[in-house]
């Protein structure tokens, strides 16, 4: 069975420094992974999604990822963050049967 | 705009109603999934279509709780005699194809008094 484990529930950081977003997954067969970014009163949006080939994965907004298979994580990271990068960001796992299992999300807080 | 959309946005009701939510997938999009949000959690996958073929439901998916396609093109979630732990946000998602790219509509947020 496939899980996700996101290991902050919240990330506070201060507008313009650098921002990692931790993510594990555990799953028997080769997946896809994912980061969904939810926005105050707004749904999911895709902001970078690894399939195969390189393992570091630019999204969206000036955010990419790292895919580490021996390590199983799937980390986000923005250099440089801004406020309006406040939101709640899903990590995911699919594996070839298509449907998406989320972890439990991380707020990222933006201070002034 | 040519997004998913879904309808109503929000619902309350009385615990023992029925409820019907509406997904309108992006045109051309064969697959729509629904799943559910609570608070505090990320979304759980509840079942999937493939044009009008149900092909997965979730053990999370009680018999109280029923999908359709009929056409597919828009889907219908029905859950009847709610729960008060029904109350959660209702998300749909489409794609054009399997391992495509989920796109998800705003939600449909259930308030069960």
């Known amino acids: 069975a496939q899980s996700v484990t996101q290991l902050d529930s919240q990330v506070p950081v201060f507008e313009e420094a650098p921002v990692e977003l931790r993510c594990n997954y555990s799953s028997s067969v080769s997946v896809y992974l994912f980061w969904y970014v939810q926005y105050p009163n707004q749904g999911l949006q895709l902001l970078l999604k690894y399939l195969s080939g390189s393992t570091l994965v630019k999204g969206i907004n000036g955010f990419e990822a790292e895919f580490n298979k021996s390590q199983t994580s799937f980390h986000l990271r923005k250099p440089s963050v801004h406020i309006s990068d406040t939101a709640e960001y899903f990590c995911a796992v699919s594996d070839r049967d298509d449907k998406i299992i989320f972890g439990k999300g991380t707020r990222l807080h933006i201070l002034p | 705009d040519t997004g998913v959309s879904q309808d109503p946005r929000h619902k309350i009701t009385k615990r023992g109603q029925n409820v019907t939510f509406r997904c309108d997938p992006i045109?051309?999009?064969?697959?729509l999934y629904w799943y559910r949000q609570t608070l505090g959690q990320g979304p759980e996958f509840l079942t999937y279509f493939q044009n009008e073929a149900q092909l997965e439901k979730s053990r999370l998916l009680s018999d109280r709780f029923s999908a359709e396609r009929p056409k597919g093109s828009f889907s219908t979630l029905e859950i009847q005699r709610t729960e008060q732990g029904d109350s959660a946000m209702y998300l749909c998602?489409?794609?054009?194809?399997?391992?495509?790219?989920?796109?998800f509509g705003p939600g449909t947020r259930l308030t069960v008094l």
């Open positions: 045109s051309e999009h064969n697959r």
């Open positions: 998602a489409s794609s054009l194809e399997a391992y495509n790219e989920q796109f």
